[in-house]
């Protein structure tokens, strides 16, 4: 998925010494080079398997959802994921200002190498920052219609899912061939969710909405997590 977080070095002391080339950072009392003002430029990459639009950001999601497990504070976080998306807007400007008020340190210049004013190194994974040069492009629905629609095909099925919003479980009546979009949408208009946010979880693991409900493996009777939130749900992710 992509480097996440180190440790933090020895000490909590930081300070940056200026100089005609940029500024030079201090973490404990040891350099860690100079701080480089983020580069105006997109990273090109290539996947070793080439993925959808909705795939890299199914990638995003999870890595957003499951980084702030790991070391690092979750203000800094916050401020990567919010740079991250204004690079990915092309408002370096905007970047550079969030990375300067949670005084992020880039000794490279880029998001995927940074500490905090703690000496913390926290590193993004190229997908979250650009897609790759060779993305799939999405191919046309079967016969014009819509993706996210109900399949007609599969066998009937009946998930558990748990609302994080009341933690009440409802039944969703599924089809194995329906993709987890399908599905989330069947339990936006089941449970008048207004089109809010959907993440589901099974087994500790995110639920791409590319996958088909019978990729899920998912156990009879056993819960699937849904985390409801405000924002609008306007995507299909893989």
């Not at 800094?76 to 990375?99: F, G, P, R, S, V």
């Not at 190194?121 to 993305?135: A, D, E, G, T």
């Not at 099925?157 to 994080?164: A, G, M, N, Q």
Request: with cysteine.
């Amino acid at each position: 998925m992509g480097g996440c977080v180190g440790t933090a070095r020895e000490g909590s002391t930081s300070s940056r010494t200026s100089s005609a080339e940029g500024s030079t950072s201090v973490r404990g009392g040891t350099s860690i080079g100079k701080n480089v003002p983020l580069r105006h430029e997109r990273i090109r990459w290539k996947s070793d398997m080439p993925l959808t639009e909705g795939q890299v950001r199914s990638k995003r999601d999870e890595f957003w959802d499951t980084a702030p497990a790991f070391e690092g504070r979750r203000e800094i976080w916050d401020a990567l994921k919010a740079a991250a998306l204004a690079i990915e807007n092309k408002d370096y400007d905007l970047a550079q200002a969030i990375i300067d008020g949670a005084n992020i340190t880039l000794p490279n210049g880029a998001l995927t190498d940074c500490y905090d004013e703690l000496g913390t190194r926290y590193q993004l994974p190229v997908y979250c920052l650009s897609y790759p040069l060779n993305i799939l492009q999405r191919s046309p629905d079967k016969d014009g219609e819509n993706e996210a629609e109900a399949s007609v095909e599969g066998e009937e099925t009946i998930l558990k899912v748990r609302l994080s919003t009341t933690s009440k479980d409802v039944k969703l009546t599924v089809r194995s061939t329906d993709s987890i979009a399908t599905a989330k949408r069947k339990l936006d208009i089941q449970e008048n969710l207004n089109g809010s946010r959907q993440r589901w979880f099974y087994g500790g693991k995110l639920l791409g909405d590319r996958l088909l409900v019978c990729e899920c493996n998912i156990v009879h009777n056993y819960i699937v997590q849904a985390i409801i939130t405000e924002d609008f749900m306007t995507t299909i992710d893989s």
